[in-house]
């Protein structure tokens, strides 16, 4: 075996072992541990940039070990799976040095970090599988080892959502299992490919409606799909580090990235619109945009209200894949890197601001800006963003959506993005106003004092990069090296003749 | 460096100075006034002194082509903007200044300036977004609470203008063949969007309601910046529809004309002379929106029209602060006069894509505008102590001038005939006479029709929550919580505990028992 055969598991292992190691870690030994972390990130980083050069030039990534006769286990580099484990592997170095600030003074670090790390490492497994099994493997690994975050500070309400997500999440599983088995039976292969390998098992098409439907509600319950999403503003229990990991980076868009494994890959786009499946889960994911926005519009607790946020946000991914257009598959596919960055902004924010005034509603936040003005800045440059104005990444995805639609003759879809920004404008611009331009009360909750400091670096820095990258890439999207430039290289290999 | 790239970086640049700098060295709060003023002075002096420019940006910075383009359309939108910025700026360097905070006027004149340059959709677009949501600060800025209800209203109908302006401008790059300017011109339904755009943004009836109540409420700096959100709703839709759009002339006479009745209706029960004031404005929207249809015009006479009328309308806040006396009356006078000409050049403009027959019904529109401006100015009593007189006469006078400028520059660059002449006569002669004849008195509450759309937007937000939250969320939280008690250990066993007493009771032994014999018996059988 080459080295490029290795590589895959080399990017796997740079989180898993610091993540096995600093289990062991005793709590004292912080220096250790950050070494460990920021280590494997950037590692990782390394790493995968090699691949990326390697993929623009066609050098093909793959490792495979035979599982049983007929199914391997396989790790399979290709442009779209780079695209998800770059932004799971920027987003794990920018939280673990937000985690290493919030969690100073907090108990069990070394249990937090060491699922930290294994939570990646099943995010880019799964990114980075080769075939439904698999992806299977990683997206049930993916459940277990959030789990002891999400519960991460044992408290009833934590343990609660805890149970909440994991009845959820296995159901998910198990359904994901049913259909993946049953497109076994029926096709005798499970290895993802462009365009897909259910197209020439000439399957009945009432079956494979029956498996596709499984296969999307078994991810779906990740991706949050309308009704499936309860767990999401449930899971907001947990730590600020965690919302913005399974918001951003993991378990969510874990979900999004099967529905587009499934559609692209499994079932074939054009495969999939001929059977009749991308109609109504385009008008799934819609609903899910619409209702969740509303849903956000009503809540007073920050994080509940960005939870309902992402719900609505990551079916534009679904609705870009569902409308089946190169375009629309630019603007969704790109969406999952930028609403990554703006939703991960945003849960640092809220974090930022829970840990260093104590204010976690929006009725709390009066004035907020003018104690924390840079946190505030990057929260107004991600809320500007969701609300999908220029010149932030947020305008770029609407736009491709739009055009997207528009191009194939789906005009509903406009007005569905027209609806969402203006409930996103709704729930997001009075936080920017009261944060901005009311008076602050004379004392705050919970107010901690960092020596004149507004916060910590080690939380004020990742906001402000993330934030700053979502507007340098809205400001430069059509420079080489952009999550659109690399997205629509995808595209072009998804819709080659 | 092309100084059409630094005209919206200055004062972004100046915002972030002024943001940041109180950190390391205090800066008194009449600087920021200062700052504005020569950022504005900067743009002014671009406007008036650069030679046509057009500078192409990157691609890499803007989807599909833009460019920052100085020509006479841009011209005239910078002088106004210039000028009702250093304006507002100067106002901020008075002591009694309670007006907004620097930044955000810096940010809404950055914006401003990008949409008075910008060329290709989506630069225009941001332009407008950055200038309205700007303006948004601006008037969030202000001190007191009485600037909310109309706020609320203008971003609401920002956000929804916002919105057409994306589909205008998506639908246009998908079917690029139609926006040609050399084509047969763009399909009327993006028109309509493209003008219902307009109206929203632009304080056109019925969309006017947050004008009079923003008046009323805010502080001579924000008064005067308030006539920018309609100057950047008209050059906006300049710059989408550079061809007009003449097939919509009529309807676009036919909504002038009910918008301007309404406004001077409305206007003239006005006890506030500001209130009055917005009504007016209101009115110079709707001729604005008269003149949209026939396109810019050769030398360009819409924008200075623009320029003249919106200056004029801006100027009046100011005549407060001024003390009686021949300067005052020489404002109003000049501002009035510039007012009517322009007025009247607008309806002459108009005419041009107009049925023959209808053609002079622009008119009493551009009579209106300045009837309800000179009732506004004769309304507006002089609160100024006699010693203060030479700083505020001065001040009063600085967008008087720019409405002078569009006035001559319109009429020199294109003789309109003299037809276009008596809506200023007809206009000041009405007013004076409503004036005498009409006492001011609270006959009508400022923003008329804005509380009905406050209460219908209040009662379809209620339907909504009642929908989501109360049915469908509760529904949807009932189904999880049963689903969820599947999953929950201790309530099985409570329930096979339940189970088990059951099956113990006799009856259930017995007929348990008997199952099984039969059971038993047939399996023996078989």
């Known amino acids: 075996m080459s080295f490029n055969t290795w590589l895959p598991v080399l990017v796997l292992c740079s989180s898993l072992i610091p993540g096995l190691v600093i289990f062991m870690l005793p709590e004292r030994a912080t220096t250790l541990r950050t070494t460990l972390n920021l280590g494997g990130a950037l590692l990782k980083i390394v790493l995968l940039v090699l691949m990326m050069i390697g993929v623009f030039h066609g050098v093909d990534y793959e490792f495979r070990v035979p599982l049983v006769p007929g199914l391997d286990f396989v790790l399979h580099a290709d442009a779209l799976s780079l695209m998800f484990v770059n932004l799971s592997a920027v987003l794990w170095l920018a939280t673990t040095f937000y985690a290493i600030g919030y969690l100073e003074d907090s108990p069990n670090r070394s249990r937090f970090f060491g699922y930290f790390s294994l939570c990646v490492t099943a995010t880019v497994g799964l990114a980075m599988a080769g075939n439904l099994l698999t992806f299977l493997v990683f997206y049930e690994a993916l459940t277990l080892t959030t789990y002891p975050l999400v519960v991460h500070r044992g408290t009833e309400v934590a343990r609660k959502a805890g149970r909440t997500y994991l009845a959820y999440t296995l159901l998910g599983g198990v359904l994901l299992l049913t259909g993946t088995v049953w497109l076994y039976s029926l096709t005798g292969t499970l290895e993802f490919i462009d365009r897909g390998f259910v197209a020439q098992a000439g399957v009945d098409p009432a079956v494979l409606r029956m498996v596709f439907l499984l296969l999307i509600l078994g991810v779906g319950v990740k991706a949050a799909l309308l009704p499936l999403h309860a767990w999401l503003p449930q899971a907001m229990v947990a730590p600020a580090p965690v919302s913005a990991l399974l918001h951003a980076v993991a378990v969510v868009k874990a979900g999004a990235f099967g529905i587009v494994r499934i559609v692209y890959d499994v079932f074939g786009i054009e495969f999939a619109a001929s059977i009749g499946v991308t109609l109504p889960l385009a008008m799934l994911a819609a609903a899910t945009i619409i209702y969740a926005s509303l849903r956000a519009l009503f809540q007073d607790d920050l994080k509940r209200r960005l939870a309902f946020s992402t719900v609505s946000q990551v079916s534009y991914i679904t609705l870009g894949v569902a409308i089946a257009g190169p375009i629309a598959t630019i603007g969704g596919l790109v969406h999952l890197v930028h609403q990554g960055f703006m939703k991960i902004t945003l849960f640092f924010c809220a974090g930022n601001y829970a840990e260093t005034l104590g204010v976690h509603k929006v009725s709390e936040m009066a004035g907020i800006g003018r104690r924390m003005p840079w946190t505030t800045a990057a929260f107004t440059v991600a809320a500007l963003g969701m609300i999908g104005l220029p010149p932030t990444v947020g305008f770029i995805s609407k736009w491709y959506l739009g055009l997207g639609a528009l191009e194939v003759g789906q005009h509903w879809v406009v007005f569905v993005l027209a609806g969402s920004s203006l409930l996103n404008a709704a729930y997001f611009l009075p936080i920017l106003r009261t944060a901005w331009f009311d008076a602050p009360p004379a004392e705050w909750p919970e107010e901690r004092d960092y020596g004149g400091k507004e916060t910590a670096w080690l939380l004020l820095l990742p906001p402000l990069a993330t934030a700053a990258a979502t507007l340098v890439w809205g400001l430069l999207a059509s420079m080489p090296g952009t999550p659109l430039d690399w997205v629509q290289f995808i595209a072009a290999r998804k819709y080659a003749p | ?526």
């Not at chain 2, 809404?108 to 225009?124: D, I, P």
């Not at chain 2, 924008?303 to 006396?325: E, F, M």
């Not at chain 2, 009732?375 to 007189?389: G, H, K, N, Q």
């Open chain 2, 1 to 526: 460096m092309n100084l059409l790239i630094v005209l919206p970086l200055l004062p972004l640049a100046a915002a972030a100075w002024l943001a940041i700098s109180p950190r390391f060295v205090p800066v008194a709060p009449v600087a920021g006034g200062w700052v504005v003023a020569l950022c504005a002075t900067f743009t002014i002096a671009v406007a008036a002194l650069v030679a046509p420019d057009r500078l192409a940006l990157p691609v890499v910075f803007v989807q599909g082509n833009a460019a920052l383009v100085l020509d006479a359309t841009a011209r005239a939108a910078l002088l106004l903007f210039g000028g009702l910025w250093l304006t507002a700026g100067l106002l901020l360097t008075r002591a009694e200044n309670d007006g907004p905070g620097a930044v955000m006027v810096l940010l809404a004149l950055s914006g401003a300036n990008t949409l008075a340059l910008a060329h290709g959709g989506s630069l225009v677009y941001a332009g407008m977004v950055a200038a309205g949501y700007g303006f948004y600060g601006v008037i969030a800025g202000e001190q007191g609470d009485a600037w909310r209800r109309a706020a609320r209203a203008f971003v609401v109908l920002l956000v929804i203008s916002d919105l057409l302006v994306f589909e205008l401008i998506l639908s246009a790059t998908v079917k690029p063949a139609v926006i040609m300017p050399q084509g047969a011109g763009m399909p009327a339904s993006l028109l309509v969007i493209g003008l219902l755009a307009l109206v929203l943004r632009g304080g056109i009836p019925p969309a006017h309601g947050w004008l009079p109540t923003l008046l009323v409420a805010v502080s001579p700096a924000t008064a005067v910046l308030s006539a920018a959100p309609v100057a950047a709703a008209l050059f906006g839709t300049m710059k989408l529809l550079p061809d007009g759009a003449p097939v919509l002339a009529v309807g676009c006479l036919a909504l002038s004309l009910a918008g301007a009745a309404w406004s001077l209706f409305a206007g003239l029960c006005q006890a506030s002379a500001r209130a009055t004031l917005g009504y007016a404005l209101a009115a110079t929207a709707a001729l604005l929106l008269l003149a949209l249809p026939a396109g810019p015009g050769e030398a360009a006479q819409l924008a200075w029209l623009a320029l003249a009328l919106l200056a004029a309308a801006a100027s009046l806040p100011l005549v407060v602060l001024q003390c009686a006396g021949w300067k005052r009356d020489l404002a109003v006078a000049a501002a009035l006069l510039a007012h009517g000409l322009a007025g009247g050049y607008a309806a002459a403009h108009a005419a041009a894509v107009l049925p023959s027959g209808i053609g002079l019904l622009g008119l009493p529109v551009a009579v209106a505008a300045t009837l309800l401006l000179t009732v506004a100015a004769r309304r507006s009593r002089s609160l100024a102590p006699a010693d203060r007189a030479t700083e505020a006469a001065y001040l009063a006078f600085a967008p008087v001038i720019f409405a002078v400028v569009g006035t001559g520059v319109a009429w020199i660059a294109s003789w309109p005939g003299l037809s276009a002449a008596a809506a200023a006569p007809l206009g000041i002669t009405a007013g004076l006479v409503a004036y005498r004849l009409l006492p001011a008195s609270a006959r009508m509450e400022p923003g008329d029709l804005l509380r009905a759309v406050e209460r219908a937007s209040a009662s379809a937000l209620r339907v909504g929550r009642v929908l989501c939250v109360d049915w469908l969320g509760t529904a949807r939280d009932q189904l999880e919580a049963g689903l969820l008690a599947l999953w929950d250990g201790q309530r099985w066993s409570t329930r096979v505990r339940w189970l088990d007493l059951r099956l113990r009771a006799w009856p259930a032994t017995c007929l348990f028992m008997l199952t099984v014999a039969l059971l038993a018996a047939f399996l023996l059988l078989q």
